[in-house]
T-cell receptor, first 114, second 113 residues
Framework: KAGVTQTPRYLIKTRGQQVTLSCSPISGHRSVSWYQQTPGQGLQFLFEYFSETQRNKGNFPGRFSGRQFSNSRSEMNVSTLELGDSALYLC???FGQGMEETQYFGPGTRLLVL | GENVEQHPSTLSVQEGDSAVIKCTYSDSASNYFPWYKQELGKRPQLIIDIRSNVGEKKDQRIAVTLNKTAKHFSLHITETQPEDSAVYFCAASGAGGSEKLVFGKGTKLTVNP
């Protein structure tokens, strides 16, 4: 089975711009979660989508949003970029059975905000 | 919400020695505790996980123990090899509606040949 894929792998943006990241889950997985990884804050949960609905949400501002399509692929959008948004954005997929299931990570999108 | 503390932040061992990484969590409702290994520039990879109905789980050189009363869990790596060098993250499941997984800050393990 193919693993979780993310595009693009690298992005450079300037402050105030917006960005859209994409994640394709493992075939058969219906849940996609997004995480932000930075050296200072570590790995932090952004949100989870299951069956095209946001099911769980972390503590990030409304500038961070997402959506999921009927084929389970997910996109994450960050509007009005700030320097502090520079990070590795990881998505993880799972079957969607709840809070205690195994998640598999994609390779991430490295975002640099100048 | 859930809070996960991980220690130590760095750990250096000689090849063949054992390594132990410890985590504590705050929410007694957490029931799922995975461990991920992340090599430089790579994605986090699940190495072992444990659920609250189990006290210990082993997979070859790796074992995890869970003490729900004390709210802590540990990763044990025996007979370490240089390829075990990486950053290891523990995590705990969150409450429904909030964070799906809450991660510790990571432990950088270096295995010296």
């Amino acid at each position: 089975k193919a693993g979780v894929t993310q595009t693009p792998r690298y992005l450079i943006k300037t402050r105030g711009q917006q960005v859209t990241l994409s994640c394709s889950p493992i075939s058969g997985h219906r849940s996609v979660s997004w995480y932000q990884q930075t050296p200072g804050q570590g790995l932090q949960f952004l949100f989870e989508y299951f069956s095209e609905t946001q099911r769980n949400k972390g503590n990030f501002p409304g500038r961070f949003s997402g959506r999921q399509f009927s084929n389970s692929r997910s996109e994450m959008n960050v509007s009005t970029l700030e320097l502090g948004d520079s990070a590795l954005y990881l998505c993880a997929s799972s079957f969607g059975q709840g809070m205690e299931e195994t998640q598999y990570f994609g390779p991430g999108t490295r975002l640099l905000v100048l | 919400g859930e809070n996960v503390e991980q220690h130590p932040s760095t750990l250096s061992v000689q090849e063949g020695d054992s390594a132990v990484i410890k985590c504590t969590y705050s929410d007694s409702a957490s029931n799922y505790f995975p461990w991920y290994k992340q090599e430089l520039g790579k994605r986090p990879q699940l190495i072992i996980d444990i659920r609250s109905n189990v006290g210990e789980k082993k997979d070859q050189r790796i074992a995890v123990t869970l003490n729900k009363t004390a709210k802590h869990f540990s990763l044990h790596i025996t007979e370490t090899q240089p390829e075990d060098s990486a950053v290891y993250f523990c995590a705990a499941s969150g409450a429904g509606g909030s964070e799906k997984l809450v991660f510790g800050k990571g432990t950088k393990l270096t295995v010296n040949p």
